[in-house]
């Protein structure tokens, strides 16, 4: 079971970016994903999670209008796309899913994670 994150990079403040979250051994489709990240010194934080049928999602106060998540069982994929992006959204950002249930925010419920991608956001 793997999960891969991607589409991170270097962007300047208000501008966007995509991440994608692939899996591989996982039935996605049953499966609750979500996005964590975590900046230098910080612990993990919750950004956004997407039920596994799609009917779902939630986010974090701090990116509520600016990001959106989206998923394609048909391809085993989750994308985060994030737009009006700040220096506080500098981060390794962390794919996880966990078999479908209880929409769950924190980390410790999430069986599967992604290596991380750095997003960095100079102003």
């Known amino acids: 079971v793997q999960l891969q994150a991607s589409g991170g990079g270097s962007v300047q403040a208000g501008g966007s970016l995509r991440l994608s979250c692939a899996s591989s051994?996982?039935?996605?489709?049953?499966?609750?994903v979500a996005w964590f990240r975590q900046a230098t010194g910080k612990g993990r934080e919750f950004v956004a999670l997407?039920?596994?049928?799609?009917?779902?999602?939630s986010y974090a106060e701090s990116v509520k209008g600016r990001f959106n998540i989206s998923r394609d069982n048909a391809k085993n994929s989750v994308s985060l796309q994030m737009t009006s992006l700040s220096v506080d959204d500098t981060a390794v950002y962390y794919c996880?899913?966990?078999?479908?249930?209880?929409?769950?925010?924190?980390?410790?419920?999430?069986?599967?994670w992604g290596q991380g991608t750095q997003v960095t956001v100079s102003s």
């Open positions: 996880a899913a966990r078999p479908r249930g209880i929409l769950q925010t924190t980390v410790e419920p999430y069986k599967y």
């Open positions: 051994g996982l039935t996605f489709s049953s499966y609750d």
């Open positions: 997407i039920g596994w049928s799609s009917g779902y999602s």
